[in-house]
C-alpha cells in the first residue's frame, strides 16, 4: 500500500534559520503531493502542494518539489519565522478517488 | 464558503455514555474522512466515505464507535460507550475529488 516517511521531529532552530523537512514515498501510480500545516489548537491545513513530476509547489515562503525518480517531496524554507513554529505533515493522494496517506508529523520550533 | 463545521468544538463526558459528534462537509465535496489524532498514536483515520458511501471503516477501533453520513452534507461519528481511552481530538475532513483535503477544526473529546 501507499506510504508516507517523514523525517522525525522534534526540529528546533532559530529564527532567520534554513529549514528542511524531508519526505519520501512510496505509491502506485501518480499521486498528488501535500504539505500539511497545523498550528497549535487548529485542525490541519493545506501549506502546498504539487501534482505531477518536477512541479514546484510554493506558499508563504515555502518550497517542495516534487521528485519522482527520488520518491520525495522535501520541504523547505530559506529563513524561518517564529510564527513558523508549527507540526508539519507530508501526505499524498491517489488520482483515483480514495484515502490520502499522512506522514507522522514533524514539530517545528523556531526561537527567537 | 464556511469550511467544515464541526460540532461540538469541545465535549466533556463520563465514560459510559454515548458521544455524538457532528460534521458538515463543503459543499460539492464528494468524500468525507473522519480523522482521530493524539499525541501517542498521532493521526490515525478512522473511516472515509465516497458520495456518501462508507468506503474503509478499517481504521475504526472496535465496535464501539460507528459513523454515518445520510446525505451529502452531514456526517456523524457516535462513541458508544465511551471510554477514557477515546479521549482525543476528533477531525472532520472533506475534499474534492483528486483535490487536497479541507479539514473542519476538530472536537476535543474528553471522557472521564
Known amino acids: 500500500g501507499d506510504s508516507v516517511t517523514q523525517m522525525e521531529g522534534p526540529v528546533t532552530l532559530s529564527e532567520e534559520a534554513f529549514l528542511t523537512i524531508n519526505c519520501t514515498y512510496t505509491?502506485?501510480?501518480?499521486?498528488?503531493l501535500f504539505w500539511y500545516v497545523q498550528y497549535p489548537g487548529e485542525g490541519l491545513q493545506l501549506l502546498l502542494k504539487a501534482t505531477k513530476a518536477d512541479d514546484k509547489g510554493s506558499n508563504k515562503g515555502f518550497e517542495a518539489t516534487y521528485r519522482k525518480e527520488t520518491t520525495s517531496f522535501h520541504l523547505e524554507k530559506g529563513s524561518v519565522q517564529v510564527s513558523d513554529s508549527a507540526v508539519y505533515f507530508c501526505?499524498?493522494?491517489?488520482?483515483?478517488?480514495?484515502?490520502?496517506?499522512f506522514g507522522d508529523g514533524t514539530t517545528l520550533t523556531v526561537k527567537p | 464558503d464556511a469550511g467544515v463545521i464541526q460540532s461540538p468544538r469541545h465535549e466533556v463526558t463520563e465514560m459510559g455514555q454515548e458521544v455524538t459528534l457532528r460534521c458538515k462537509p463543503i459543499?460539492?465535496?464528494?468524500?468525507l474522512f473522519w480523522y482521530r489524532q493524539t499525541m501517542m498514536r498521532g493521526l490515525e483515520l478512522l473511516i472515509y466515505?465516497?458520495?456518501?458511501?462508507?468506503?474503509?471503516d478499517s481504521g475504526m477501533p472496535e465496535d464501539r464507535f460507528s459513523a454515518k453520513m445520510p446525505n451529502a452534507s452531514f456526517s456523524t461519528l457516535k462513541i458508544q460507550p465511551s471510554e477514557p481511552r477515546d479521549s482525543a481530538v476528533y477531525f472532520c475532513a472533506s475534499l474534492r475529488e483528486r483535490h487536497e483535503q479541507f479539514f473542519g477544526p476538530g472536537t476535543r473529546l474528553t471522557v472521564l
Open positions: 505509491a502506485t501510480g501518480y499521486p498528488s
Open positions: 459543499s460539492g465535496h464528494n468524500s
Open positions: 466515505f465516497n458520495n456518501n458511501v462508507p468506503i474503509d
Open positions: 501526505a499524498l493522494s491517489p488520482r483515483s478517488a480514495g484515502k490520502s496517506t
